[in-house]
């Protein structure tokens, strides 16, 4: 049981790049997660999703998409990369009625 | 507009003393406010949560109470072991599983 996998573990993108940033998750979860956690602080949500076809913007959605096709995989898509996204970026997903979120073991971005 | 905030950003304790991470929160409908631990380099760890109806809940060597009245929740931790140092996270879970983290609290436990 995998649990929540994330792709990749570290990217380096020069400003303007564009990348996707993977998120599976083998427990049949209804909702996922995509948060960025910057250096010394907290957990900021950018998107989050309560199933497939369904996406809802969180706290920090600005230069962010996401798409959520199946149940399992929730990307996380850059277009644009700017040094204000250097961040590290950590998917979770839980089931319905449930607060336990599990966490990936998150992609560390650096944006120069 | 939501908010999750902690008081303290470091504490540091002796081991074998208890533990008391507080934190401050804003949105009155929130369901469910919950703990997470992270360990360095790791995403965070599900501790223990707690229904918006209940004061009190109890698990394994913690403990969580919740004031609704102040907006005000703290976790306990008894028998501090150098195991529980990691920065500890209270979330709130509202508007249907829209998980709304604070900005964390730093634990460190003296030998």
């Known amino acids: 049981n995998a649990g929540v996998t994330q792709t990749p573990k570290f990217r380096i993108l020069k400003i303007g790049q564009s990348m996707t940033l993977q998120c599976a998750q083998d427990m049949n979860h209804n909702y996922m997660y995509w948060y960025r956690q910057d250096p010394g602080m907290g957990l900021k949500l950018i998107y989050y999703?309560?199933?497939?076809?369904?996406?809802d913007k969180g706290e920090v959605p600005n230069g962010y998409n996401v798409s959520r096709s199946t149940t399992e995989d929730f990307p996380l898509r850059l277009e644009l990369a700017a040094p204000s996204q250097t961040s590290v970026y950590f998917c979770?997903?839980?089931?319905?009625?449930?607060?336990?979120?599990?966490f990936g073991q998150g992609t560390r971005l650096t944006v120069v | 507009g939501e908010s999750v905030g902690l008081h303290l950003p470091t504490l540091s304790v002796q081991e074998g003393d208890n533990s008391i991470i507080n934190c401050a929160y804003s949105?009155?409908?929130?369901?469910?406010f919950i703990w997470y631990k992270q360990e360095s380099g790791k995403g965070p760890q599900f501790i223990i949560d707690?229904?918006?109806?209940?004061d009190k809940r109890q698990g394994q060597r913690v403990t969580v109470l919740l004031n609704k009245t102040v907006k005000h929740l703290s976790l306990q931790i008894a028998a501090t072991q150098p195991g529980d140092s990691a920065v500890y996270f209270c979330a709130e879970n509202t508007e249907g599983n829209k998980l709304v983290f604070g900005a964390g609290t730093i634990l460190r436990v003296k030998s």
């Open positions: 707690i229904r918006s109806n209940m």
């Open positions: 979770a997903s839980s089931p319905p009625g449930n607060t336990e979120a599990f």
């Open positions: 949105n009155s409908a929130s369901d469910y």
């Open positions: 999703s309560v199933g497939a076809g369904i996406t």
